[in-house]
């Protein structure tokens, strides 16, 4: 978020007061503060981990207090968020309710295969049914893509981070 200085306002005016700021930052540091809280009741995870899984709650909720203060400080000093200067799109058009009821359904058709199709299957169909709903034309180039990045995410969860994810009709050839 780029933000402008206090300074460029007008000479003589009143200075600028961000109450959303202000109210963002109360909010990081609550959330970061009840993480960190939360994190004290966690039991130690397995023994032979160098880093043990309850050292992550303390890391997110240290930052998101450090950030919460960050942004009051930020804001104290007159830092405003610089304005939106708005999207390339016509704000009178309404929402296009076939786009979001073909993605629904794309989502949904990708939940109730997964389990028998499993995931590379699944998660490439996804893909490349949420591209040809969004515009593209290219579906070989999105089978490809879709594939790739079906079957790289179920290498990665399944053989790095030791996560089963279904496999489907393609268990014991991946």
């Not at 930052?63 to 939106?84: H, N, Q, Y």
């Not at 993605?103 to 499993?118: S, Y």
């Not at 995410?153 to 399944?158: A, D, H, N, P």
Request: aromatic share 8%; with cysteine; proline share 5%.
């Amino acid at each position: 978020m780029s933000t402008t200085t206090a300074q460029r306002r007008e000479p003589g005016s009143r200075p600028v007061v961000d109450k959303a700021q202000y109210g963002l930052a109360a909010f990081l540091v609550l959330v970061g503060g009840y993480v960190l809280y939360d994190a004290v009741g966690l039991e130690d995870g397995f023994a032979d981990q160098p880093v043990q899984p309850y050292a992550i709650p303390y890391v997110v909720g240290a930052v998101l207090v450090a950030l919460g203060a960050l942004l009051a400080v930020a804001t104290a000093r007159g830092d405003l968020p610089e304005a939106e200067e708005g999207e390339d799109i016509d704000l009178t058009q309404g929402t296009d309710l076939r786009t979001v009821g073909l993605l629904v359904a794309v989502l949904v058709v990708n939940v109730v295969l997964i389990d028998w199709l499993g995931w590379a299957i699944t998660g490439a169909l996804l893909f490349v049914g949420c591209a040809g709903v969004l515009g593209s034309r290219s579906h070989v180039r999105d089978a490809a893509i879709g594939t790739a990045l079906s079957v790289g995410s179920w290498y990665f969860f399944y053989v790095v981070l030791g996560i089963p994810i279904p496999a489907g009709v393609l268990d014991g050839v991946l």
